[in-house]
């Protein structure tokens, strides 16, 4: 249905459309009729205990007369005709049903029928009556006299909006149908299917024949799987029509060679003695003027056959509106369209046509008609925001495509996360990977405290949940969530059946079996340290998490080069050699230096860094999805976090340490490994891991936890809030973030201050901005009156969040700002 009819063809209720509709009508009631009959013979099957094996034979033929409805469908064709067969070898084997099978197949049947069925014929009741009203409407609208303005007002505004009803009625009555045709495979099959498994069940006769059939049942019972996919992405594409409505243009203008090149509706004035108007749909073809009845003809009727001795002229001093006088040698029609730009239009249309007649072109080119033209008399209103819509729509488009270019730069993320199919199309924005659509699908199913799954090239992305897949990507993950995968697993394919896919995933994020533990420390033997560090001179006393950036800090700075691992670890050797001199204050002069050097290096390796070993793989290119500027502000110098020291090494400790050093690949392994995402620490007043990437002043990790479910509005020992403490420290982008997300605004800290009153004695601007209008937005949706300030809410926290991800350093304060604020305090 979706293919065969186009939306431009359901607002404009063509006779193509009602001719379509039609054949969809005879083909739901044909199915109806089918389908009671398959429940008047399953019921007799049930009730006759005692002639239930010739009920049977009757169900078996009464499905082969189902199976000429699908004809045109092969793959269920042969599935269903599979199964018949199946269902007439066990019927050598039965004698009874039992009652289980049975009730199935009358319980989704009938609910297929009662509510499916009966839904499309609800809305067809619906489409019939508003199709009957706007022709009213557009009747009383044709007989308006100009003379009269308040009324000519009146129902041009009732017209407007009865067709904008019709045309949601119309498209709801489509969608009706179109999910109809979709949902009817996999309900027949899988109820079929349902049944099939209730006989292997039951029937002890039959279980050599269901052994051999064991095989078809799992194949059959992943294409329904399939099919219910296909259904749902059809419902969701579906949901979306409603749109055209809005931006529907009811000109239409054409520019295929063989084809009209304009169409519409006109009211037609009959040249009998009533002289009556009548609405039809008129065309230009063949240089041609014909017309047609939306219903019950099939061929149209020439009004002119031959432009070339035709002119065109507006009716301006008729009674009725937008008429216009289309003359030949002997007759005169007199035409009417519904508005002023299809009236124009027309007459533009004609005019062109009859040039092209004279000059004998076989079609017009109507790239011409655009705003501009002189003998076009477009509303630039409307023209123009036509233009706009297309114009965002490409862009949109271009951008989405670009955006999915570039994050398949990321290591890995060419291939499927799951069973490395080329090109994935989808991710998963919480674990950060990229999926082919069988493996999203597996993926949708665990819940989305699981995975979170979009579609790369048809989602609208936020500027941070980009920088969060660029930060992880599939090497990154599947370092940590196939650390320990043994080589005899089973990993899927592209072409696997849908019950490895479906295991492997489950264990490997939801079981997590192949994730790697913690390493164990003792106080006796040396132990092993990573990034392959030597472990045999000590004790691993301490350890630490590294900050990491996996993008270059900004365009123009090319020149800067990540920081490697042996400059941390300089760093690091530095710090012992720090604490070795304090610690060796007391120690005679004359020691040797192989013992100091020998005590540096056990002070080296006494400390276990966590972060570098999960971004070793460069990015092939330059990654510049909506900037390449720093995406965190107010980073500090140090490339580590405070040292542990080891006998605190658990999950949760490192996915706080990871969200203040906003390492996402360490995030990612802390709750890989089962750390809390709202654990609060003791020993840092009582704040969650979301408190300490606040303090890291980077976006990204407030936004990693948030996909992942944290409690946005936890309070710490002192009552303040992720939102109190951004606030506090003037992180615009993460207040932004917050709100967008709805955080709670108004609690108190123990001080009795809410975020707005610390922005303002903090003097941020942009702060109180947001928080103020966030307020504004929530007042205006508690009030009486009904309004919400929703869009324009959205519109300014989009314009920041874009703002903070691509120019960053625009929202940061100046030194001199912070100084007198800090003065103020």
């Not at 490409?394 to 499927?416: A, H, S």
Request: charged share 30%; with cysteine.
């Amino acid at each position: 249905m979706v293919g065969r009819i186009e939306l431009q063809e359901c607002l404009r209720d063509s006779p193509k459309f009602r001719g379509l509709l039609e054949a969809e009508e005879a083909s739901v009631d044909q199915l109806e009729s089918k389908l009671e009959k398959i429940l008047k013979v399953c019921g007799s099957m049930v009730d006759s205990g005692k002639t239930y094996v010739g009920q049977q034979s009757l169900f078996a033929n009464s499905l082969w007369d189902l199976s000429t409805h699908f004809k045109e469908d092969p793959m269920v064709l042969s599935s269903l005709n599979k199964l018949i067969h199946s269902l007439q070898e066990m019927n050598k084997f039965h004698t009874i049903l039992l009652d289980q099978a049975s009730r199935t197949i009358l319980k989704n049947l009938t609910s297929f029928i009662k509510n499916d069925i009966k839904g499309v014929r609800d809305y067809k009741q619906h489409f019939e009556k508003i199709s009957t009203e706007y022709d009213n409407i557009l009747l009383r609208n044709s007989h308006t006299p100009r003379s009269k303005p308040q009324e000519v007002e009146e129902i041009q505004n009732v017209l407007v909006a009865v067709r904008s009803c019709f045309g949601h009625n119309t498209l709801d009555y489509i969608n009706s149908i179109s999910v109809l045709q979709s949902k009817k495979r996999h309900e027949i099959l899988s109820t079929l299917l349902s049944y099939m498994h209730a006989c292997t069940t039951y029937y002890h006769q039959g279980s050599d024949l269901c052994a051999d059939l064991e095989t078809f049942f799992k194949t059959l019972a992943d294409e329904i799987g399939t099919m219910r996919g296909e259904t749902y992405k059809v419902q969701k594409e579906l949901e979306n029509t409603h749109s055209v409505v809005s931006n529907f243009e009811p000109i239409s203008i054409k520019k295929e060679k063989n084809g009209p090149t304009m169409e519409g509706y006109l009211f037609k004035r009959t040249s009998n003695a009533f002289k009556t108007w009548n609405r039809r749909w008129f065309y230009l073809y063949d240089n041609k003027l014909v017309y047609r009845k939306r219903s019950g003809e099939e061929h149209e009727t020439i009004m002119e056959d031959d432009l070339r001795i035709c002119t065109v002229k507006p009716v301006l001093d008729g009674e009725r509106r937008f008429c216009f006088e289309v003359l030949s040698p002997l007759k005169s029609h007199m035409l009417q369209a519904d508005t002023k730009e299809m009236y124009d239009c027309w007459i533009t249309a004609l005019q062109k046509g009859i040039g092209a007649a004279i000059q004998r072109i076989q079609s017009i080119d109507f790239d011409r008609l655009k705003l501009g033209d002189n003998n076009i008399t477009y509303s630039n209103d409307i023209t123009g925001r036509g233009q706009s819509r297309q114009l965002y729509s490409d862009n949109n488009n271009r951008t989405k495509k670009r955006m999915w270019e570039q994050l398949l730069k990321i290591p890995g993320n060419n291939y499927c996360c799951d069973c490395r199919s080329a090109n994935p199309r989808w991710a998963s924005i919480n674990l950060g990977i990229t999926l082919c659509i069988e493996c999203s699908g597996v993926h949708r199913s665990l819940g989305v405290h699981y995975s979170k799954v979009r579609s790369l090239t048809l989602d609208d992305w936020e500027p941070e949940i980009i920088k969060v897949m660029v930060e992880l990507g599939n090497a990154v993950v599947n370092k940590i969530y196939e650390a320990t995968m043994p080589d005899d697993v089973v990993r899927p394919s592209e072409q696997c059946p849908g019950a490895i896919r479906e295991t492997f995933i489950k264990a490997k994020y939801v079981d997590k079996k192949y994730v790697k533990s913690l390493p164990q420390f003792n106080k006796t033997s040396p132990s092993s340290i990573r990034n392959s560090r030597p472990s045999s001179l000590m004790d691993v006393r301490k350890w630490s998490v590294r900050k990491i950036r996996r993008r270059p800090r900004s365009c123009d700075k090319r020149d800067r080069k990540h920081v490697k691992v042996e400059e941390v670890t300089k760093k690091i050797e530095k710090i012992a050699e720090i604490g070795e001199t304090s610690s060796s204050s007391g120690r005679e002069e004359d020691t040797n230096s192989e013992s100091s050097k020998r005590s540096s290096l056990k002070k080296r390796n006494s400390i276990l860094l966590f972060g570098s070993d999960l971004d070793k793989q460069p990015i092939d290119g330059p990654i510049d999805l909506s900037s390449d500027q720093e995406s965190t502000g107010g980073e500090e110098e140090n490339e580590t976090v405070g040292e542990e020291d080891i006998s605190k090494l658990q999950p949760d400790l490192l996915l706080y340490k990871a969200a203040a050093a906003h390492n996402l690949p360490v995030m990612c392994e802390a709750l890989a490994l089962g750390g809390d995402k709202c654990w609060i620490n003791p020993e840092d007043r009582s704040r969650s891991p979301l408190h300490a990437a606040v303090f890291s002043g980077s976006v990204m990790p407030c936004a990693y936890l948030i996909l992942n479910g944290v409690k946005i509005n936890a309070q710490d020992q002192d009552g303040k809030t992720p939102l109190h403490i951004a606030t506090q420290e003037g992180h615009t982008a993460q207040v932004c973030l917050f709100l967008k997300h709805r955080a709670d605004q108004h609690l108190e800290d123990d001080e009795g201050k809410v975020p707005l009153s610390i922005a303002e004695q903090k003097e941020h601007a942009d702060i109180v901005t947001l928080l103020r209008l966030g307020r504004l937005n929530d007042e205006m949706k508690d009030s009486e009156i009904g309004v919400t300030g929703d869009d324009t809410f959205n519109e300014v926290v989009r314009d920041f969040s874009r703002l903070a991800c691509s120019h960053p350093e625009k929202l940061q304060r100046p030194k001199i700002e912070e100084d007198r604020s800090d003065r103020s305090d």
